[in-house]
C-alpha cells in the first residue's frame, strides 16, 4: 500500500469512529430523576434501536435504611427477618419521549436480563445491569425522557427526565437542494382525490394524552436559592413522595386528576400547592415553582388554610390538616417558639374584632396543645384590623385582611 492509500485508508477510519462515536453517549447528563440508586450508563443509537445500558444497584445494603420506597420499576415488599429481598422488573409500557411532546414516544421493543412481564428476584447489595431496546429516537432529538411510569400501589417508577445525548441531525437533512427533482411519471404519481371542500384542511387526530408533567424548583423564599426538598402527593389512594436533593423536580401525573402537592424541606416550613391538568386541556406541561419560608427567628408565616365559622372563633374541619402539619413541625423543631397572631378586616366595632381575632388565635394555640406541643412554647395574640395587608373595600381584598399567622420568636 502506498502512502496515499494508507492516507485514504486511516481517514475512512477515523471518519467512521467519528461517526460512531457521534452516536454514542457515556455516562449522559441527566437533569432529574426519580430513583438515584438506578443508573444510565450509556445510550447508543444504531439504524434500528435506541439501546439503554442501566445499572441496578439494591438499596437494602444502605444501613440507616432511609431510602425513599414509594416510587414501579421496582417492587419493595415487606421485609422480614428471614428475607431482605426485593424485585425487580421494567414496565413493558416504558416510553422515551421528547420532553413536553407525549405525542413523540419511542415503545419498548425488548429488554435484556430484566423481565417485562414478570419480576426477578435480587438480593441484598447486589447490582444488575441491564440494556432496553427502544424505537431509534429521531435524529435530532437530543434530549429525551425515560417514563417508565407514574408511582402506585408502592411501586417506584424509574424515570428519567432531561437524558443528554449525541443524536444530531443528518447533513443530507440540514441541506436544501439546490435543483428541483425530476418529474415522477404519471402512472407512479396518481392526482390527489379532489376534496368536496377544497378550502378546507385536514386536521390529523391528535392521541389524547397519556400522562401530564409538572416540573419546577424549590426555593428559599429569602434567598431564592433552590434548596433541597421532599415533595408528596395522593394518587389513587396511594401516598407518594420523591426526594430531589437539587430542588429540581418532575412528576408523571394522570391529566384527568387533580393533585395537591406537599413541599417540605429540613430547617423550613412546608408549603402546598394545587395541580390541575384536568382543567388545561391539551395541555400535558406544568410548571410550580415553590418558595419556602426558613424557619428562622422573627419570620412571619401565613397559615393558609385557617378556617372559623363565621364571627365565631370555631375551627372548622378544613382547618385540621394545615394545623396538623404546624404540629409536627414543631414537634420536628422542638427547640421553636412561636406567637400565633389573629387578624380581621375593618368592617365592624373594632375592639370586638381585636376581641374574636385574639380568641381565634387562642383557637389554634389551644389545638396545638391538645395534640402534643407544650403550652410554654406558643403565645396567642389577636390585632385585629391593626394590621391590613389590603384597604381595598372589595370581598376579595377584606377576605386577604381576615388571616391567622404565627411568628417564630425563639429558637
Known amino acids: 500500500m502506498n502512502f496515499k492509500s494508507l492516507l485514504v485508508a486511516l ?20 437533569d432529574e430523576q426519580s430513583a438515584e440508586y438506578v443508573k444510565i450508563k450509556r445510550v447508543e443509537l444504531t439504524d434500528q434501536y435506541t439501546i439503554i445500558y442501566l445499572q441496578f444497584n439494591d438499596r437494602s445494603s444502605r444501613a440507616d ?71 431509534r429516537l429521531s435524529p435530532g432529538i437530543e434530549v429525551f425522557d ?46 390527489p382525490v379532489e376534496s368536496s371542500k377544497p378550502s378546507e384542511k385536514i386536521i390529523p387526530r391528535i392521541e389524547e394524552a397519556q400522562f401530564a408533567i409538572v416540573k419546577g424548583t424549590v426555593f428559599d423564599a429569602k434567598t431564592k436559592q433552590p434548596i433541597a426538598a421532599q415533595i408528596a402527593y395522593q394518587e389513587e389512594g396511594d401516598s407518594l413522595q420523591m426526594n430531589s436533593s437539587s430542588g429540581k423536580f418532575r412528576i408523571g401525573m394522570n391529566p384527568k386528576q387533580r393533585y395537591n402537592l406537599r413541599v417540605t424541606s429540613k430547617g423550613y416550613y412546608g408549603a402546598s400547592t394545587e395541580v390541575s391538568p384536568v382543567d388545561s386541556i ?3 406541561t406544568f410548571t410550580r415553582d415553590i418558595y419556602l419560608t426558613p424557619l428562622s427567628v422573627g419570620e412571619t ?14 375551627l372548622l374541619p378544613e ?15 422542638a427547640e421553636i417558639k412561636i406567637r400565633v397572631e389573629g387578624h380581621t378586616d375593618n368592617i365592624g366595632d373594632r375592639d370586638k374584632n381585636i376581641e374574636l381575632s385574639r380568641k381565634r388565635a387562642e383557637a389554634v394555640r389551644d389545638y396545638l396543645i391538645k395534640n402534643g406541643i407544650h403550652a410554654e412554647r406558643i ?28 411568628v417564630i420568636t425563639g429558637k
Do not use: C
Open 282 to 284: 391539551g395541555k400535558v
Open 301 to 314: 408565616i401565613a397559615l393558609s388554610n385557617i378556617y372559623f365559622e363565621t364571627s365565631k372563633f370555631d
Open 319 to 333: 382547618s385540621f390538616q394545615e394545623l396538623n402539619e404546624l404540629v409536627q413541625m414543631m414537634k420536628d423543631n
Open 65 to 135: 435504611d432511609t431510602y425513599p420506597r414509594n416510587f414501579p420499576g421496582d417492587i419493595i415488599p415487606p421485609r422480614n427477618s428471614q428475607t431482605q429481598a426485593s424485585t425487580i422488573w421494567l414496565d413493558p409500557e416504558t416510553r422515551l419521549y421528547k420532553p413536553g411532546e407525549v405525542n413523540n414516544k419511542f415503545r419498548l421493543i425488548k429488554a435484556e436480563n430484566i423481565p417485562t412481564s414478570k419480576v426477578r428476584k435480587v438480593t441484598p447489595g447486589e447490582r444488575v445491569d441491564f440494556v432496553a431496546y427502544f424505537e
Open 146 to 191: 425515560f417514563y417508565e411510569g407514574r408511582s402506585q400501589q408502592g411501586q417506584q417508577s424509574w424515570n428519567f427526565y432531561g437524558v443528554h445525548i449525541r443524536n444530531p441531525l443528518k447533513r443530507d437533512e440540514n441541506k436544501t437542494p439546490k435543483t428541483l427533482p425530476k418529474a415522477i411519471p404519471a402512472e407512479t404519481n396518481p392526482a
Open 379 to 406: 403565645e396567642a395574640k389577636g390585632f385585629g384590623a391593626t394590621r391590613l395587608i389590603t384597604k381595598s373595600g372589595t370581598d376579595e381584598e377584606r377576605r386577604k385582611n381576615r388571616r391567622v399567622e404565627f
Open 11 to 30: 481517514f475512512a477510519i477515523g471518519l467512521s469512529i467519528s461517526k460512531s462515536l457521534g452516536q454514542i453517549t457515556d455516562s449522559p447528563r441527566i
